[in-house]
T-cell receptor, first 117, second 111 residues
Framework: EPEVTQTPSHQVTQMGQEVILRCVPI?????FYWYRQILGQKVEFLVS????????KSEIFDDQFSVERPDGSNFTLKIRSTKLEDSAMYFC???????????????FGPGTRLTVL | GQQVMQIPQYQHVQEGEDFTTYCNSS?????IQWYKQRPGGHPVFLIQ?????EVKKQKRLTFQFGEAKKNSSLHITATQTTDVGTYFC???????????FGQGTRLTINP
């Protein structure tokens, strides 16, 4: 069964450093998402991406964050200058398509645990 | 923004007992999804409810969507140790189709 993959599984970085989290969505999916989950808390929406542009972003997704789909397969989340509070599990998700009145399942990747020291 | 409240935060049961988690929203939801997250794992889709009053079953799991489409519940009959994990409801927001998650209910089971 196709699945979303993410690399690395764990990233440790120093405060102020840039990190890039990578995701490979399921190949025929068109909608891509990043969510984050601080340890022990709920999953929070960061950003959605469709047709090579951001379709929606949350308050968390400030100027320090950016997303890119540099080629036909990868979907990346960049944090320019990491802060201690960015430490969390970051999940990528993808969805096939949207049909009026119907919502496709979002498939989540295994996550990247980001630790900012 | 859209808020989804989920209770209880924690539930500890004896194996074989039933378990229920509830989600509530102050606004009408177009649909709601349920996810299970095992410790150290990622959210795994369980089911989606769309229609008012809808009830769906998956073996020992029963999912309900309220008549007013503002609340939902997940009920597990006769829990097993494999049911351990955190159960999240997630409201689907139209447009970008982002998911707004509830706080989750962490289920632990005494064998």
């Amino acid at each position: 069964e196709p699945e979303v993959t993410q690399t690395p599984s764990h990233q440790v970085t120093q405060m102020g450093q840039e990190v890039i989290l990578r995701c490979v969505p399921i190949s025929n999916h068109l909608y891509f998402y990043w969510y984050r989950q601080i340890l022990g808390q709920k999953v929070e929406f960061l950003v959605s991406f469709y047709n090579n542009e951001i379709s929606e972003k949350s308050e968390i997704f400030d100027d320090q964050f950016s997303v890119e789909r540099p080629d036909g397969s990868n979907f990346t989340l960049k944090i320019r200058s990491t802060k201690l509070e960015d430490s969390a599990m970051y999940f990528c998700a993808s969805r096939r398509r949207y049909l009026a009145g119907y919502t496709d399942t979002q498939y989540f990747g295994p996550g990247t645990r980001l630790t900012v020291l | 923004g859209q808020q989804v409240m989920q209770i209880p935060q924690y539930q500890h049961v004896q194996e074989g007992e039933d378990f229920t988690t509830y989600c509530n929203s102050s606004t009408t939801l177009s649909n709601i999804q349920w996810y299970k997250q095992r410790p150290g794992g990622h959210p795994v889709f369980l089911i989606q409810l769309v229609k008012s009053g809808e009830v769906k079953k998956q073996k020992r799991l029963t999912f309900q969507f309220g008549e007013a489409k503002k609340n939902s519940s997940l009920h597990i009959t006769a829990t097993q140790t494999t049911d351990v994990g955190t159960y999240f409801c997630a409201a689907v927001i139209q447009g970008a189709q982002k998911l707004v998650f509830g706080q989750g209910t962490r289920l632990t089971i005494n064998p």
